[in-house]
């Protein structure tokens, strides 16, 4: 009667926890189904000048799970109370039911293997990394519809570091997907949510990289303040120059350098002349923001590959200076006087360059307040209109590309 039916190999991984289908059927096999849903489909091998053929036909979505329990938790792990009921122990609340949106936490066995994809290197050179096909539930998301959503696990999300074991180009990553993921079992390890397309047709991406979880878990529940913290930056994000930032090396190109991935797309890139080509491909490396286009959505991101030990220097350094005003040390304590917010008066230009000015606070009610140093962003300015530059001024605006909108235009060293 022109009736087909199916069972896909994700449904069987997912109902009956079925890693090989060829070894568990075989043609011929006569099998007990049941009808979860019925498609009309288009008949493509029709041909054009057959007119006794049926230009549709319908196709059965089976299941061979026939048996339908209650609906209760698989594991105790997985038992998660009702929204309304979340306990809070002390200050920090119950993480089991997350938010369906990139930076947010998976608990272990969170995921469970559907399908595996092996990496395919194309006859025209192209490379297309495999990946595992997984399920979470959807009572663990909030904002997620459906009783389970479908995510994508690439293989270069499996490790922080791959080191220079991978060849050109990188099949050996089928083999540690084989050791790590099983099809129709739970992965036993933390997870972290990467990418949630918005209007494409894509599955959401997921990591299990342990320095993107980690860097996650410092800035719960709200990213810190401090200027030496590491942030994994999303196209939401404040970004500024200086910030340190955690990533992953998505691609390698010749001609620019290294090509660094963070949350929901958005990436970075290591210039060649700033040693970016001699990074590994999919490592997770820390950066430094040393240029930034916030005129373009996403931003532009130039990036500086940093150590920890040269952060935590600098966090112990700035640290001690802190320390050293609030005793009255050196620096005759002026900047434990001056706290976000405090209106400080008039300053004097030291520096002028197109980005930011360097400038002197001038304090009457402290003799040594000039010792202060500030800086201005050009975001932060305003158009001194009371002043007028030479000829000699107004050319050397020019040439630095500091234009009659710009700012910094009116204003002049020691103004």
């Known amino acids: 009667n022109n009736v087909y039916g199916r069972v896909s190999s994700r449904s069987l991984a997912a109902e009956l926890g079925v890693e090989d289908v060829k070894m568990n059927y075989s043609v011929g096999d006569v099998v007990l189904a049941r009808v979860v849903g019925c498609e009309r489909r288009r008949n493509r091998h029709l041909s054009p000048n057959n007119d006794n053929g049926e230009e549709y036909y319908y196709q059965l979505r089976l299941s061979l799970k026939t048996v339908l329990e209650e609906k209760k938790a698989e594991d105790e792990d997985e038992a998660v109370p009702p929204s309304s009921a979340v306990a809070e122990k002390g200050d920090v609340k119950d993480s089991s039911v997350v938010p369906f949106a ?69 099949m050996e990553l089928d ?113 430094r923001v040393t240029a930034l286009d916030i005129t373009s959505s996403p931003p532009k991101i130039l990036l500086k590959k940093v150590s920890e030990s040269e952060v935590v220097k600098k966090r112990k350094k700035n640290e001690g200076k802190n320390k050293g005003g609030a005793d009255g040390g050196r620096g005759g304590g002026n900047g434990s006087q001056i706290q976000v917010g405090h209106i400080v008066g008039d300053v004097k230009v030291a520096d002028i360059n197109f980005a930011r000015a360097k400038v002197y606070i001038l304090d009457n009610h402290d003799a040594d307040s000039s010792k202060i140093r500030a800086r201005i962003h050009v975001t932060m300015a305003d158009v001194l209109d009371k002043t007028k530059l030479s000829k000699k001024e107004k050319q050397f605006k020019e040439e630095h590309k500091i234009g009659k909108r710009h700012p910094f235009y009116s204003w002049k060293v020691g103004d």
Request: net charge positive; proline share 7%.
């Open 175 to 287: 083999q540690i997907a084989q050791t790590k993921l099983r099809v129709g079992k739970r992965i036993d390890v933390e997870g972290l949510i990467l990418t949630v397309p918005v209007g494409v047709d894509m599955l959401p991406i997921v990591s299990l990289r342990p320095s993107l979880i980690d860097t996650m878990k410092k800035n719960m529940p709200s990213p810190s303040s401090d200027d030496f913290s590491i942030i994994c930056p999303s196209p939401k994000s404040n970004l500024f120059m200086g910030e340190y930032v955690r990533g992953y090396v998505t691609r390698i190109d010749k001609r620019f350098g290294a090509f660094v991935r963070f949350f929901d797309g958005l990436t970075g890139l290591i210039p060649k002349l700033k040693k970016g080509l001699d990074e590994n491909l999919y490592d997770t490396i820390l950066c």
């Open 102 to 170: 990139a930076g947010s936490l998976l608990m272990p066995k969170r995921m469970k293997v559907l399908q595996l994809v092996k990496c395919l290197h194309r006859d025209d050179g192209v490379f297309l990394p495999g990946y595992a096909v997984v399920s979470i539930k959807s009572k663990f998301l909030t904002g997620s519809s459906g009783s389970a959503v479908e995510c994508k696990l690439p293989y270069e999300q499996l490790l922080d570091s791959y080191g220079d074991d991978l060849s050109n180009p990188p």
